[in-house]
């Protein structure tokens, strides 16, 4: 299978706003190859050393890499980008080129280093190594075509939501698992059982790749099929089924959909954990979630980006 990679060179300013933007066609996947904080860097301060190659990077501009499958249509996607950046005023450089999917896997893989997320997660590339510090807890992951590393903003969050939240024994459920991190983050945090769901059976596998790479005692089980359609084998499957923790990081409308049936779901005192929402969408999350009886708990937002925590 080839990929179509769009190239958008922007300033670094922009680079969350256009992120924003490009993540609403929802047709592929995307990162942003952003310097300009690299000093800022966890593991840059705790280490000191940082290569020589990206030292010498430009941290005022940045790439936005956007993937889409080969049967989608460039020119339409091209035309949307154009015309949203225009109205947000992001000054850009849009060219594009087709990749093979070994490229479109391994294009990023240089750019993706260990990452310490909230009091313990450390998420390290399985091709990086690491020396735990004391209390430290390594997750080792291989995104591959299903994206999700945890440097994304909406990502970090909610892994930094769940490591306060899931406790021993808990029972996860985590719609639109992508990479498969949020249920193995919360299989280390202690969980019992993790099921994570995904339209993509791409994502399916590569979450059972990366569970095999991490040790906990829970259980993990992945399943591709789409708990929005109330005729799904999932819905029947979990009928009657409850879960602790249930965490859907993926965009603003499917989150709203999702509230209206999910806390079917959700033990009387769980938490629903969404992600993913840009901040011009958050009120319309919000709206949906108080309609449906959701008590918002707490929120946290990075660089434009909104996770919420929800009570029942």
Known sequence: MKYNELLIKISSVDGEKASAIAAMLDIGGLYLEDYSDMMDCDLVKQIGLIDEELLAKDTTKATLHVYLPENISVDEASAYLEERFTSENVKYELSHELIDEEAYANSWKKYYKPLKIGEKIVVCPLWENYDLKDGEVMLKIDPGMAFGTGTHETTSLCIEYLQKVVKEGDKILDVGCGSGILSITSLLCGARE????????????????NAELNKYDGKFEAVCDNILDPESDIRKKLNGK?????????????????????????????????SGIITERENDVLDALAKNGFKVLDRS????????????
Do not use: H, M
């Open 194 to 209: 993790a099921l994570a769901l995904d339209i993509d059976p791409n994502a399916v596998r590569v979450s059972y790749e």
């Open 242 to 274: 409850k879960y602790d923790v249930i965490v859907a990081n993926i965009v603003a409308d499917i989150i709203i959909r999702l509230s209206d049936f999910i806390q079917e779901y959700l033990e009387d005192n769980g938490t629903f954990i969404v």
């Open 301 to 312: 937002e990075k660089k434009g980006w909104v996770c919420i925590k929800n009570g029942r």
